[in-house]
């Protein structure tokens, strides 16, 4: 009997110790790719987005990185870092197999058709995520207590569902909380104190919802007999009231749930301005002629996808044609969690900015909860669809000579030199990519979406924090900011140095062609490696070589080298960085005049981002 026991034990013993192994290959790479397959088998498909690119037969490693939705920390490693599955119909049931995404900080699930209650134990699934968008869905019930140990939300969207109950007074402890909507549910109660700067919009059509910001809640020992006589009385009439009111409530949910689907041309935000087409356009140059809303929704064909020049972090920017033939860019800024009062401030520091190498704010317009930035139209797009044309949606370009590289490296270094040491207040961008470089009819470059992200999320310190888990465009981040959540202006000559790289290399930012398939680093590593083995000449773009500019070449090269050390204190500041580029290109004349002063102080603890040293007070 003691060797029976004794073989029992052992049996468990090692059952136990498999289990933890397969437990820790699931919570691995393994684990990624496991809840992906897990949300692709549990969810409907009716409109077959995921059918189309999410493809489990290729194994090899970051497969999953390309499939419609799914973004992850490194292209050729299957981490995820958010999922996307927004506006793409899909239906089931919070999908449960989201726990395995254990390196997931973003998870957005609007506009589908999602249906039942969350999990009571959401925390256990989604416990890292800083955004969770569920807004626009069918979801039911309460909403989890469990929510208050998701400690690290940023955002919490679940408008526009069916939720009902109280909302968990806990809720309150999340302190990093800047978006809180439950706006048009069934929800009930008091509202809880929240440390977000919230109005009343965030709460609205709650029948049950009351305190600030709705109105306060009323007494319920006030006139307790006469209300209840009158819901003796009343209570037949308002119960058929509640099923008429509410039959129309589902009848609507259910057009616009079709209309949802039936829009190819993915603008139907444009849906709620109908009414706003007569709001001005706020314009800082008199040169250009007034406009109203309608104006830009005209030009842009109602902001059609169709009509879209570049998506990115701080939001989406359309080609608009008046109808006099001028040509304007107008962006729809993502959700900003700024004021009316504050936001106008932002505007007209932002209008104020002029240099040349930096793309003219001209105006902008508010409508409901939207806000559109008109600017001057660069008719040659965006650096990035020049530098890898099989990745833009435009066509086929011709293949940028030395001098235009060069050109475009200067002017780009002159502009974000400018915001750094010369504007008044100085100006960290934080997105800094060849996406937002971009070049008007003669090349010239000029720098897009600066100053946009103060506007995405209030900050609290002189120097710019992440929220939202939002870094920057992948590839172009600093590698000290996953580390502090802080940007300085030494993560900025970062980014612009893999700018830098990208026009002497030719190559993408997290991906290169020309390494070997044992590679798996990004253009960083690659460019590092080369240089280890003593093979930095190899890395330069075939098409400079040859054609008696190699010195200066491998001149730009060094700059950019220079610009990647991983030691932010190492790196020169971006006043040093369009010295040394101009010096480069000194024999070509690009700038006859020096409109960078030379900066006063370059310590980063100088640094304040825009308004921030102005406005100390705005929290």
Not at 59 to 74: D, N, P, Q
Not at 84 to 98: Q, Y
Not at 218 to 235: N, P, R
Request: glycine fraction near 8%.
């Amino acid at each position: 009997m003691v060797l029976i026991g004794s073989r029992i034990r052992l049996i468990l013993v090692i059952a136990s110790l498999w289990l933890s192994l397969c437990i820790c290959s699931i919570h691995g790479d393994e684990g990624n790719v496991y809840c992906v397959k897990s949300i692709y088998e549990s969810v409907k498909d009716p409109l077959g987005y995921l059918n189309s690119t999410w493809n489990f037969d290729n194994h090899t490693e970051g497969s999953i990185c390309s499939f419609l939705g799914v973004e992850c920390w490194h292209p050729n490693e299957n981490k995820v870092l958010n999922i996307k599955l927004s506006n793409m119909g899909l239906k089931g049931s919070f999908p449960l197999g989201l726990a395995n995404c254990t390196s997931m900080t973003g998870l957005d699930l609007s506009n589908n058709d999602f249906s039942g209650p969350l999990p009571s134990n959401i925390s256990h699934i989604v416990g890292f995520v800083t955004s969770l968008v569920l807004s626009s869905n069918n979801f039911s019930g309460s909403i989890p207590v469990d929510l208050v140990n998701c400690k690290y939300l940023n955002e919490l969207s679940l408008e526009h569902n069916q939720f009902s109950g109280l909302i968990p007074t806990e809720l309150g402890s999340l302190g990093r909380i800047k978006t809180f909507n439950v706006a048009n549910n069934r929800l009930s109660g008091p509202i809880p104190s929240l440390p977000a700067n919230l109005s009343a919009d965030d709460f609205a059509n709650n029948p049950g919802l009351c305190g600030y910001p709705l109105p306060s809640c009323q007494s319920s020992s006030k006139s307790s007999t006469t209300v209840i006589v009158a819901a003796a009385v009343g209570g037949m009439t308002i119960s058929a009231l509640v099923i008429g009111v509410g039959l129309v409530f589902l009848y609507r949910r259910a057009a616009e749930k079709r209309k949802q689907l039936e829009d190819p041309e993915g603008n139907r935000w444009t849906m709620i301005l109908k009414g706003s087409k007569g709001v001005k356009v706020s314009m800082f140059e008199k040169s250009v002629s007034k406009m109203k809303l309608g104006d830009l929704m005209r030009a842009t064909n109602d902001f059609s996808k169709n009509n879209i020049i570049q998506s990115g972090r701080t939001g989406t920017m359309y080609k608009a044609v008046l109808e006099d033939g001028t040509m304007l860019m107008c962006k729809r800024l993502q959700d900003s969690q700024h004021s009316e009062k504050e936001f106008v401030s932002e505007m007209a520091t932002l209008g104020r900015v002029k240099q040349k190498n930096l793309v003219p704010l001209l105006g902008f317009c508010m409508a409901k909860n939207e806000k559109i930035l008109v600017y001057k139209y660069m008719v040659n797009g965006a650096l990035y669809d020049y530098l890898h044309p099989e990745e833009s949606t435009v066509e086929q370009k011709k293949v940028l000579d030395w001098l235009v590289r060069l050109k475009i490296g200067i002017g780009a270094a002159r502009g974000l030199a400018w915001l750094h040491h010369n504007c008044n207040p100085r100006i960290i961008h934080r997105n800094i990519s060849s996406k937002c470089i971009l070049l008007d009819g003669e090349f010239e470059p000029q720098i897009s979406d600066f100053g946009l992200a103060r506007l995405m999320n209030p900050i609290d310190t002189h120097l710019s924090t992440f929220v939202n888990g939002e870094f920057g465009d992948l590839g172009y981040v600093a590698p000290e900011y996953t580390r502090t959540l802080v940007a300085t202006p030494k993560g900025d000559v970062y980014s612009f140095g893999i700018v830098l790289l990208e026009l002497v290399t030719g190559e993408r930012p997290t991906q290169v062609n020309r390494a070997t398939e044992s590679f798996k680093g990004n253009l960083v590593e690659w460019v590092t490696m080369m240089s280890d083995e003593a093979r930095l000449n190899d890395v330069i773009d075939n098409s400079l070589l040859g054609k008696g500019v190699d010195n200066e070449v491998f001149q730009f090269l060094k700059v950019a080298c220079s610009c990647v050390v991983p030691g932010p204190k190492e790196r020169p500041t971006m006043f040093e960085v369009y010295q040394l580029l101009r010096a480069v290109g000194e024999r070509y004349n690009f700038s006859t005049e020096n409109d960078i002063m030379v900066p006063t102080d370059s310590g980063d603890a100088q640094w304040s981002e825009l308004i921030v040293a102005r406005d100390s007070t705005m929290d």
